[in-house]
């Protein structure tokens, strides 16, 4: 994707997110992670999006591992399907695994998690999302058929996301972008049904938001920032 400065809306609240593609153990999303981390004493894992696997989903595992590298001393698996949404309030970081962007959404709407986790956004504590974990904080779940059709959407008939970020990402673009020609007339698509600027976030790539500044961290490029503008219209 274009790591160049493009115009996007400016985050509302005192947002502290990193929304990445793929796996968190990459070495140049390092320093990210520990500033994230710094003084968070408990953190959680939240494992919803994959309803078989849950806390044997390799991503989640692997980001686990990750929190408690970089030193945070006690890191948890949760699920909303068992545990109740408001114990989420209880730790000062959280990452959102990857798996079913609809399920995922689904659940946090039913049990109320949305409400839990737009106030520890607001309340400026850290949330790493991953794939559907990025999604679910973005616009709009509408860009998910446009590139992958193997993604159930469960009959979800309202795929507006949470919007805590003032765009839409599109995980794996790098995969997108290989796979279909008409690439560009996607996104392009993509962006009048999600009613929001996309954001393309390849495998090895994230996005920092920190207050009003989004910065595109990878490994094939120095970090970058991303101008922010005024709020698309709806």
């Known amino acids: 994707p274009d790591n ?7 985050p509302a609240m005192r947002s502290r997110l990193f929304l990445i593609s793929s796996i968190l153990a990459q070495p140049h999303f390092t320093a990210v992670v520990s500033s994230l981390a710094r003084g968070a004493a ?6 919803t999006a994959e ?6 989903n390799r991503n989640a595992v692997l980001a686990r591992e990750t929190l408690l590298a ?28 990857g798996g079913n ?13 949305d409400t839990v986790i737009e106030d520890m956004v607001e309340s400026g504590r850290p949330i790493i999302g991953s794939s559907a974990g990025a999604l679910l904080l973005g616009r709009s779940l509408n860009i998910v058929p446009i590139f992958d059709t193997s993604v ?8 507006d996301a949470l919007g805590l970020v003032p765009f839409t990402v599109l995980p794996h673009a790098n995969r997108w972008k290989a796979r279909f020609a008409d690439y560009t007339a996607r996104i392009a698509a993509a ?10 976030i390849d495998d090895d790539e994230g996005l920092l938001i920190d207050g009003d500044t989004v910065t595109r961290i990878g490994s094939r490029f120095p970090s970058s920032p991303v101008e922010l503008s005024a709020q698309p219209t709806a």
Request: proline share 6%; charged share 25%.
């Open 70 to 97: 970089v030193g945070v001393p006690a890191v948890e698996f949760f699920d909303f399907d068992t545990q109740p949404s408001a114990a989420l309030a209880a730790f000062d970081l959280v990452y959102l695994a």
């Open 191 to 200: 962006g009048v049904l999600c009613r929001s600027e996309i954001l393309e």
């Open 4 to 10: 160049r400065a493009r115009p996007i809306a400016a």
């Open 152 to 159: 159930s959407d469960l009959g979800c008939k309202d795929t």
């Open 42 to 47: 408990r953190a959680a894992v939240v494992t």
């Open 101 to 113: 962007p609809f399920y995922l959404l689904q659940r946090v709407r039913e049990t109320g998690a």
């Open 51 to 56: 309803p078989k696997l849950k806390e044997r």
